[in-house]
């Protein structure tokens, strides 16, 4: 059993797209340069640093394009960002983003509220994105939103996400995301989805998108690692939440995800003791007390 858990776990920092874009207080462009540093400087090597959505619907992504012409990109760290459509998508390209998100729902309900397309469309969407993206030579991680169930519909068969997981895959993305949107996921499910989905995905690397709705995060990273799952997505504070989803909560706190880490022995390349001052002066910044639970330890 113990053999099977990697030795190194890659973080994927999102509290600059899913962990703000809900937050009222809108972020000075100033400020997330000054967190993406921090975050480089504590070891974090992917950072999404924003979205490509409508400005009107997500006013806290409306600085996108002023962000990327001031991100100091450091080599060997990579810049990613979520979109939506093509127009997000020419937006990144003239950007200089290194890696696209582009997420079909598993949900029709969810689809059709953030996308305005069932899933069987998005999916038609995303196979010219994909093709597009990597005709730009960007990287595209594909993802399946509500894999683990749905704050409208309850739950999703499993077959319902793996023809997902499978028509993604026919798009021959470089990364395969299931995304727990609403934090539904449970540790047993967990398990077997992702073992069903790393026998399909081959060579593909999986990721995992986890929320802690109801607490249960942790609980689903460390039955993902059993499973050989290497690379999540955490957002610093466990600041987070779906525009779109009613009752939706913080994202993982890679805080706390870091900290479960290397106390069972996997390495971050994450100063925790850094990544932990990062939190606390965001937290000063954002005038709130984040969820994450590590940092209200004496240290
Ligand atoms: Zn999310």
């Known amino acids: 059993m113990q053999s099977r ?3 190194r776990i890659e973080i994927h920092e999102v509290v600059l797209r899913d962990g703000i874009q809900n937050e009222k207080k809108l972020v000075s462009t100033n400020q997330k340069l000054k967190l993406i540093d921090a975050l480089t400087d504590c070891g974090v090597r ?3 640093v924003s979205s490509f959505v409508n400005p009107r619907l997500v006013p806290q992504m409306a600085d996108a394009e002023k962000l990327w012409s001031m ?3 450091r080599k060997g760290i990579m810049y990613a960002a979520l979109i939506l459509n093509e127009k997000g998508l020419e937006r990144a390209m003239r950007c200089g983003v290194q890696q696209v ?28 994105l994909v093709g597009k993206a990597h005709g730009a030579g960007m990287e595209v991680r594909t993802g399946v939103m509500n894999a683990f169930g749905c704050a409208y519909e309850g739950n999703i068969p499993q077959a319902k996400v793996i023809k997902v997981v499978k028509d993604l895959l026919k798009k021959e993305p470089d990364e395969i995301c299931l995304a727990d949107t609403s934090g539904m996921a449970n540790p047993s499910q967990v398990r077997k989805l992702v073992k069903r989905v790393r026998e399909i ?16 995060g ?11 799952v290497s690379i999540f997505d955490t957002s610093l504070g466990g600041l987070g939440g779906c525009p779109f989803i009613i009752g939706a909560r913080g994202n993982i706190s890679t805080e706390d995800t870091v900290n479960m880490l290397h106390e069972t022995g996997i390495e971050t390349g994450i100063n925790l003791d850094m990544l932990i001052g990062a939190s606390s002066h965001f937290e000063r910044y954002m005038g709130q007390k984040f969820p994450a639970m590590v940092s209200h330890l004496a240290r």
């Open 218 to 228: 942790l609980a689903n990273v460390w039955a993902a690692i059993n499973e050989g």
């Open 71 to 73: 991100v100091r990109q």
């Open 201 to 216: 995905a081959g060579a593909v690397p999986l990721s995992l998108h986890l929320h802690n709705t109801r607490g249960l």
């Open 101 to 128: 998100g582009v997420y079909v729902s598993a949900s029709e309900t969810h689809s059709r509220k953030n996308s305005n397309a069932s899933t069987a469309e998005a999916m038609r969407e995303a196979g010219l």
């Open 46 to 48: 992917r950072i999404e």
């Open 5 to 7: 858990l990697p030795q």
